[in-house]
């Protein structure tokens, strides 16, 4: 099974693996890999909204709120 940003819990993190590519999502490769998600990266799951979109997410020493469909096409390693 291969996790993606979307599916981390409330805290958890885990460590960039590479994009889903798709022609749907090139447009969302393209804006977070200029604000800094590339393979290597570790994100941090800070909190949701209430119905769960969009997602704050922490990289490095940033904040990030990212809509839900944004962030399911960056495949993740889940770090204990």
């Given amino acids: 099974m291969t996790d993606t940003l979307s ?3 409330i ?3 885990g460590e960039i693996q ?3 590519l798709d022609n749907e999502n090139i447009p ?3 804006k977070l890999t200029n604000l800094g ?3 290597g990266g570790v994100v941090q799951l800070i909190d949701t909204a ?3 979109d969009p997602m704050k997410v922490r990289l490095r020493d940033s904040y990030f709120a990212l809509r839900k469909k944004e962030v399911s096409c960056i495949i ?5």
């Fill in 18 to 20: 590479e994009f889903i």
């Fill in 11 to 13: 805290g958890e993190k």
């Fill in 28 to 30: 969302y490769i393209s």
């Fill in 7 to 9: 599916d981390l819990a």
């Fill in 50 to 52: 209430p119905m769960g």
């Fill in 37 to 39: 998600f590339v393979a």
């Fill in 76 to 80: 993740i390693k889940k770090i204990k």
